[in-house]
């Protein structure tokens, strides 16, 4: 049984830093592109950056280059996401997924973990 779960998630003030993980279980993590997505109330889920599975590669939505960083861990089977210079506009529910593409929609991930919460104080 697949299983991601998030944690790192919080209540911060504008302009503070926050990094998330993901710890993944049953499945051969080195296989998939793992990615984060976000959903902020009365809004679609929307991506927000993904790495491939050696790390080699790593893509980002405009609202966050330069202000969040994806990596991961393959001896760990965790990927993060640092997140500094946080916005109001951050503040959302986080999902990690994996998928066997490397793509950034989320039709294409395969699993999703329940997400963490992250509210961002202006």
């Known amino acids: 049984q697949v299983q991601l779960v998030e944690s790192g998630g919080g209540l911060v003030q504008a302009g503070g830093s926050l990094r998330l993980s993901c710890a993944a279980s049953?499945?051969?993590?080195?296989?998939?592109?793992m990615a984060w997505f976000r959903q902020a109330p009365g809004k679609e889920r929307e991506f927000v950056a993904a790495i491939q599975w050696n790390g080699s590669n790593a893509y980002y939505a405009d609202s966050v280059k330069g202000r969040f960083t994806i990596s991961r861990d393959n001896a760990k089977n965790t990927v993060y996401l640092q997140m500094n210079s946080l916005k109001s506009e951050d503040t959302a529910r986080y999902y990690c997924?994996?998928?066997?593409?490397?793509?950034?929609?989320?039709?294409?991930?395969?699993?999703w973990g329940q997400g963490t919460q992250v509210t961002v104080s202006s």
């Open positions: 997924a994996a998928s066997r593409l490397w793509t950034v929609r989320a039709f294409d991930y395969n699993y």
């Open positions: 049953g499945l051969t993590f080195v296989s998939y592109a």
